[in-house]
């Protein structure tokens, strides 16, 4: 009899350990990705700005700073990757401010963005990158005037929105998964999450290729 309770007893701490030892567990994870809000989290938010077709199975993340030199060099390339596979693929942008006007010029890309404009608005920083990117005679402010060239933008609307704080909430956000991602350095391409460790055009398209060829088995 003393034996039947006492193997009773031992089921029954075996039986609460192991309710523990899952209560532990599921509590462990949610600490550890509770900051992942967004299903796509840390790679996409709801805010980040998406170039090309938006039903695209392939998602290229782009980590960019729109005063950053070697982002404003490789645009071209990654405009020829869209315009090779249209259908296949899209460009998710995310920021992350590394040089002096690089906030200001993101709060405008933000306001552009609101009315649909921000493809063109960023390419209209890139054409203009020897006066407004840094340097000892860099003047940002002159894209106000440069600004003016977009005929379908309004400039009143814009620089009212300018002045929204969720635009550097958002940078933050991007910031902060840039961080958990451990980036560093723009610009920075995954490919559905695949981080392109080669950073070269060939490189970037045989990954896009990969997923393409995966996406369609």
Not at 9 to 27: P, R
Not at 78 to 91: Q, S
Not at 123 to 141: H, R, T, W
Not at 169 to 194: M, Q
Request: charged share 25%; net charge positive; with cysteine.
């Amino acid at each position: 009899m003393k034996n039947k309770k006492v193997l009773l007893f031992t089921l029954l701490v075996l039986v609460f350990a192991s309710f523990a030892s899952i209560y532990f567990y599921k509590n462990s994870s949610n600490k550890d990705y509770s900051s992942l809000s967004s299903s796509d989290a840390p790679f996409s938010r709801e805010h980040s700005p998406v170039i090309g077709n938006i039903d695209a199975k392939i998602t290229i993340i782009e980590w960019s700073d729109p005063q950053c030199i070697a982002c404003k060099s490789f645009h071209p390339k990654v405009k020829k990757l869209l315009k090779k596979y249209p259908n296949d693929i899209k460009i998710v942008i995310r920021h992350l401010p590394n040089h002096v006007n690089s906030e200001f010029m993101i709060k405008i890309l933000s306001a552009a963005q609101e009315q649909g404009l921000y493809t063109e608005v960023l390419e209209l920083m890139y054409d203009y990158f020897n006066v407004i990117s840094p340097s000892s005679n860099a003047k940002p402010k002159f894209i106000w005037t440069y600004l003016n060239d977009i005929k379908t933008l309004d400039l009143v609307k814009l620089k009212k929105d300018f002045n929204k704080k969720e635009y550097l909430e958002n940078l933050k956000l991007d910031v902060k998964d840039s961080n958990t991602l451990g980036i560093r350095g723009t610009p920075t391409f995954y490919v559905n999450k695949i981080k392109l460790n080669k950073f070269s055009y060939s490189a970037l398209e045989k990954l896009v290729q990969l997923q393409i060829k995966k996406e369609n088995k």
